[in-house]
Nanobody, 124 residues
């Protein structure tokens, strides 16, 4: 059973930074791509960032490109999302997800395991 547990969310002022972490259970973490998605109130869940199994390939939504960085530490079974220059429109629940394959895709149907989410609130 794969479990994903996010942490690091909170309240931050616009322009600030946060680092989200997602700890995964299981011994096969390094064999899968990972992704971050978010869902704001009243909106659909949207792709934020993804990373391949080795960390050699990453992808970002246009809205966060240049501000967010996804990374992973396979020795710690953890994926990170470093968020900088935060904006009020980044306010959402952020979800970590495990891809069903090696790569980090941008579509949520490519992911078969999801965490419970962590709230990020950016005040203006």
């Amino acid at each position: 059973q794969v479990q994903l547990v996010e942490s690091g969310g909170g309240l931050v002022q616009a322009g600030g930074s946060l680092r989200l972490s997602c700890a995964a259970s299981g011994r096969t973490f390094s064999s899968y791509g990972m992704g971050w998605f978010r869902q704001a109130p009243g909106k659909e869940r949207e792709f934020v960032a993804a990373i391949s199994w080795t960390g050699g390939s990453t992808a970002y939504a246009d809205s966060v490109k240049g501000r967010f960085t996804i990374s992973r530490d396979n020795a710690k079974n953890t994926v990170y999302l470093q968020m900088s220059s935060l904006k009020p429109e980044d306010t959402a629940v952020y979800y970590c997800a495990r891809n069903s394959g090696l790569l980090g895709g941008t579509r949520d149907y490519e992911y078969d395991h999801w965490g419970q989410g962590t709230q990020v609130t950016v005040s203006s």
